[in-house]
């Protein structure tokens, strides 16, 4: 089993839609959970982090966790043709591993 | 003014070669990263580098070598390549390493834009 998982997709949906994005995670020592979107030939752009449980909010993206759980999501409210990229949820504990582990992205495709 | 830049960004060469990859970002930060990514977009980290020291070293073959000149610079050299190494490149810098900071403060990576390595 894969510390973080996440489905493929590709996840198509109407431009105005709701998004929801989630990954799973198997060890319960990470703290640290992070949201990165990578358009096509480009690098991972961060976008969201948290710290610990709850919700996050910056403009039309929410970031959830639930560390009981061991469930993280991400929200988009009114989805736009562009925010269609790969969303790769991150996580990392705070001690010293020094190490970010991915999940493997979803890919994600707004129709205008 | 790129934060994180990598060269070069297409890198199609012969198995049995030797190629290099460089990085370079001007955010000041203390810590830089190779991520290699496959063709299923699976992010996995190679190296870590703190201020020019090795301190992530993961099961990598070691015809792949990292070198630091400073902490600024962070390159790849890879010997012998392989079909299988074939992927995207990226690298990768965050403020310090994960873990060395205040309990609740994130030290988020900021990654350049990959080099997409083809063998042939």
Redesign the interface.
Known sequence: QKEVEQD?GPLSVPEGAIVSLNCTYSNSAF??F?W?R?YS??????LM?T??SGNKEDGRFTAQVDKSSKYISLFIRDSQPSDSA?Y?C?M?????????I?G??T?LKVLA | DTAVSQTPKYLVTQMGNDKSIKCEQNLGHDTMYWYKQDSKKFLKIMFSYNNKELIINETVPNRFSPKSPDKAHLNLHINSLELGDSAVYFCASSPYPMGDGPSSYNSPLHFGNGTRLTVT
């Open positions: 493929p703290q640290y992070m990165y990578q030939r480009k690098g991972p752009e961060l982090y710290y610990s790969t790769l991150a990392s504990q705070p001690s010293g591993t020094y190490k970010y991915f493997t992205g890919r």
